[in-house]
């Protein structure tokens, strides 16, 4: 069995460097991605990470929910934000120590007042793009999945 790490902060790739640089735990949809391909056999997937961006996070969990042999996710530490949508790709389980937390998406937006509306139409899309994944995960409702991400919820392996 081939395992690949989620450790760190999930990050774009062009940001690699300076994770690099200081020796700091990251994980790039570019750099798992390399890793399941080169996989010969099952695969499991190791999760410990605070979260991050949202996007490289959709990469890592397409690779993952469409990845032609048998792959497994275990959260072993924390699979928070960002991370939680991984932990959603596959057949998974958590450590009795691990933990998840799922929140709606974290932004920031500078301009005029239509820039702000912009932004805050862009997050609620994107909201909408993770509970997909929750709810696929789950079975859980739209509404019972918003209540969770809007009070900031963590989820025990209890």
Same mark, same amino acid.
């Given at each position: ?27 790039? &949809? ?7 391909? &080169?996989?010969?056999?099952? @695969? ?9 961006? @949202? ?104």
């Amino acid at each position: 069995m081939t395992t690949i790490n989620v450790k760190g902060t999930i990050i774009n790739s062009e940001s690699a460097w300076i994770y690099d640089l200081f020796g700091i735990p990251a994980t790039t &949809a570019e750099q798992f991605k390399a890793q399941l391909a &080169a996989a010969e056999d099952d @695969v499991l997937v190791e999760i410990n990470s605070p979260g991050g961006y @949202v996007a490289p996070a959709a990469e890592i969990y397409e690779a993952i929910r469409t990845y032609a042999g048998n792959i497994e996710c275990r959260v072993v530490g924390q699979a928070a934000s960002a991370a939680s949508i991984i932990a959603c790709a596959a057949k998974s389980s958590i450590t009795p120590m691990g933990t998840l937390f799922l929140h709606n998406c974290i932004g920031s937006a500078e301009g005029n007042h239509n820039d702000m509306r912009q932004a805050a139409q862009t997050m609620e899309s994107i909201d909408e793009n993770i509970m997909e994944a929750y709810r696929a995960k789950t079975g859980l409702s739209d509404g019972q999945l918003y209540r969770l991400m809007e009070k900031n919820t963590t989820l025990s392996a209890k």
